[in-house]
């Protein structure tokens, strides 16, 4: 398994996993927007092979933000997600101490995953997709301590 940077010729097989992965997914547009805005993208390789992505940026100048992650549903469960959300976690407790991202309230899986990397919720944001779904919140802080909401 290799961890790299996204690469423009890595964009059709990134859409591919993003479209299997969530039921409304980023069009193939906002992938080449964000990329070209200069975000943090990495991918994860089997054999030279995509299989997983992830999205990330500091937002509000003090604040990490995992847009997305998601894997190939063939390659689930083996690490690969953990890899990718740990190098986006490395790279972002470079510049801030606090980061932050979205997960479906029903995604109990996606919920599980993040709170072994000691993700806490922080609230819920009703209707938040399209679909009127709610999202929770969740954040990791540096160091492991809750984070003031004053």
């Known amino acids: ?56 940026w500091l937002k509000y100048e003090n604040q990490g933000h995992i847009i997305s992650l998601a894997v190939d549903k063939n390659y689930r ?28 309230a029903s995604n109990r899986g996606a919920l599980e995953f993040y709170k072994r990397f000691h993700f806490i919720e922080d609230r819920v944001v009703p209707n938040y997709y399209e679909s009127g779904e709610d999202a929770v919140v969740l954040y990791l802080k540096s160091g492991g301590s809750k984070v003031s909401r004053e």
């Open 1 to 56: 398994m290799t961890v790299r940077k996204f690469r423009p010729t890595d964009l059709k097989r990134v859409y591919e996993i993003e479209s299997m992965s969530f039921d409304q997914s980023y069009g193939i547009q906002i992938f080449q927007q964000l990329y070209e805005m200069g975000i943090g993208f990495l991918v994860a390789e089997e054999d030279d092979y995509v299989v997983g992505y992830v999205m990330f």
């Open 77 to 104: 469960r083996k690490g690969y997600g953990t890899n990718l959300l740990a190098k986006a976690i490395g790279v972002l407790f470079l510049i801030t101490d606090t980061i932050y991202l979205e997960v479906r």
